[in-house]
């Protein structure tokens, strides 16, 4: 009788801490947003579902009480991405560990390294649903910028400005884009080029 009562509290200790799954892809690129759920029902409260993440690899871009969260890559590293669920029978606890890389490929001009512009990369800049801007790092105002777009129709567009500001959507996917850095005494080229799900996500 007493092995019976010790097998049950083992039962219902194990059934108040069952495992969950998370489901979602292991990689996620720096600026890319994915969607991570379960397949574990949580109770009829409204914090059923209590999403946690540790450092800021990873950012929530939706509720964190829900049984779907969707999470942007920040930071390039491994981190871990954890699930509570309360349900009637307990409290189901799940992790998922997730490896941020860094983004795509960048490119500088072999004349580049001649050149004194400190200037080595850019970064993309959500304007609306339908308008991206690019953005050197650490741009200086005496320079003059030149942006490239190279769409996957075929088309490309020029913009002339320190920022530059691009329509992107379905129709409208770009795959390359080239800023030259004009200085008094030279030149330098950097461009990046974007995967085939970088704008679904962006």
Known sequence: MKKLILLLAMLNFSLAFSQCTITGVDQVQVGERQNYTTDASGDSSPNAYEWIYLDQKIIPQSDLNQNILTVKGSV?????????????????????????????SVALDTNAQKCDIEIDAFKEVRVSDTTVAFEAIAPVNSFNYQWTVH???????????KVGKFDFSNEKVIDLVELNIIDKKCTKKISKTYNHNFWYFF
């Open 151 to 161: 769409y996957r129709n075929g088309s490309k567009k020029v913009f002339n400005d």
């Open 76 to 104: 390039p590293g491994k981190s871990v991405l954890s699930l509570e669920i309360k349900t009637a029978a307990g409290t189901s606890k799940c992790d998922k560990s997730i490896e941020v890389i860094a983004p795509l």
